[in-house]
């Protein structure tokens, strides 16, 4: 009976451990999400601030996004951690940054990460440049001519609707137009398009970054559609279907690839930030993703 009534002890008392023990672990896990979430939003805060330094620094040097990658990278092809965080601690503050409150340099470094999609450690000037220029859509066609006045101003060609321009300066109050330079990305064109006139006729709108899924396709890694076809197994690790809606953040404009005639495009899967080659025109002809 002794042993009985002590065996009863024990095993209420590993209970009582074995709750204890789960709740601890509970509440470490806890923790540890909540110091995630605020860690996330510390970068992302982070983030948000040495972008507004970018684009104001951009602005008052007027740069394009190459040619300020070329001062952060200091003429070589990538960046890395320090050379972002460097440039950025000696960059002048934005009006949005709190006054006294320093950001240090660990904490640029810290931001570098959501810049580094790829993870790779370094940063190319296709993924900066991505990461800065300002798009447009067209929303009503409108002609991109060569100079900032029309009088006497040749047309380079007609954009439309559904086209998607790459802000190049401006805008700029010409007579009772708002214009801004810029480079059609079907075809690299530049010129002078107008956004909108005093009397409310907007010609062109903030966007054209983001593209839809309207028809299944793949995204590969590669560019060449079989670029992958003699890694093996390798390859379902880096492809995956895009079902109809998903949405896709452009890296580089489509392109006809040589042989096939399909048109690919690089970019950025909002889902899950897989980065990768779609298919955006078939060779028939057949849209596979739209401007949104």
Do not use: H, Y
Request: aromatic letters at 6%; glycine letters at 8%.
């Amino acid at each position: 009976n002794w042993v009985k009534v002590e065996k009863t002890k024990l095993v209420a008392q590993k209970k009582n451990v074995d709750n204890i023990i789960t709740r601890a672990k509970s509440a470490i896990l806890s923790f540890k999400a909540q110091a995630s979430k605020q860690d996330q939003a510390e970068v992302q805060a982070f983030f948000t601030t040495a972008m507004a330094r970018l684009r104001a620094f951009m602005a008052s040097e007027k740069l394009t996004p190459a040619e300020l990658f070329k001062k952060v990278a200091g003429g070589v092809e990538t960046f890395d951690k320090e050379k972002f965080a460097a440039f950025l601690v000696k960059a002048p503050k934005v009006e949005s940054e709190k006054e006294g409150e320093d950001i240090a340099e660990e904490d640029f470094a810290r931001a570098f990460s959501t810049l580094d999609e790829e993870k790779s450690g370094s940063v190319s000037d296709e993924t900066f440049v991505a990461s800065l220029r300002r798009l447009m859509k067209v929303i009503r066609d409108v002609a991109l001519t060569d100079t900032l006045s029309l009088t006497d101003a040749k047309s380079v060609r007609r954009l439309e609707i559904g086209e998607a321009v790459e802000v190049l300066e401006g805008p700029v109050t010409e007579g009772e137009l708002s214009r801004v330079r810029a480079k059609a990305l079907k075809d690299d064109l530049e010129g002078w398009v107008s956004v909108a006139s005093t009397a409310g006729i907007n010609f062109l709108e903030e966007g054209g970054g983001v593209f839809k899924v309207v028809k299944e396709t793949i995204m590969t890694e590669c560019f060449e559609i079989d670029g992958g076809a003699k890694v093996g197994s390798k390859v379902k690790e880096s492809t995956r279907k895009l079902k109809p809606g998903e949405l896709l953040e452009v890296r580089t404009w489509g392109k006809k690839q040589d042989g096939t005639g399909l048109t690919r495009m690089k970019c950025k899967a909002k889902s899950d930030g897989m980065i990768g080659f779609v298919t955006t025109i078939g060779n028939t002809g057949i849209k596979f993703v739209e401007l949104v």
